[in-house]
């Protein structure tokens, strides 16, 4: 059973930052695209961002110039620096890890809320 394990996530006010971790096992971080997604209440989950092994980068609409993900190799973690947090940014966050067609694995979610 792989597990990816994410912290970070809380309570901010609006205009506030919060950065998200994931930790993913080395078997499968190096082969990985690590990505997060969010999903709130009565929506769809969606891609928020994602990162290549050679750090390539992917980002939604809607965070683009406020949110930044990186990876750092050695420790096998994938981060998610949100600044400026809005309220519509409140969902639960998850990690992702995919290998192509071989294997797509999610971690257990983070809630992140933003107050108005």
């Known amino acids: 059973q792989v597990q990816l394990v994410e912290s970070g996530g809380g309570l901010v006010q609006a205009g506030g930052s919060l950065r998200l971790s994931c930790a993913a096992p080395e078997t499968i971080f190096r082969f990985s695209v690590m990505g997060w997604y969010r999903q709130a209440p009565g929506k769809q989950r969606e891609l928020v961002a994602s990162?290549?092994?050679?750090?390539?980068?992917n980002y939604a609409d809607s965070v683009k110039g406020r949110f930044t993900i990186s990876r750092v190799n050695a420790k096998n973690t994938v981060y998610l620096q949100m600044n400026n947090l809005k309220p519509e940014d409140s969902a639960v966050y998850y990690c992702?890890?995919?290998?192509?067609?071989?294997?797509?694995?999610w971690g257990q979610g983070t809630q992140v809320t933003v107050s108005s």
């Open positions: 990162i290549t092994w050679r750090s390539l980068t």
């Open positions: 992702n890890a995919k290998g192509g067609s071989l294997y797509d694995y």
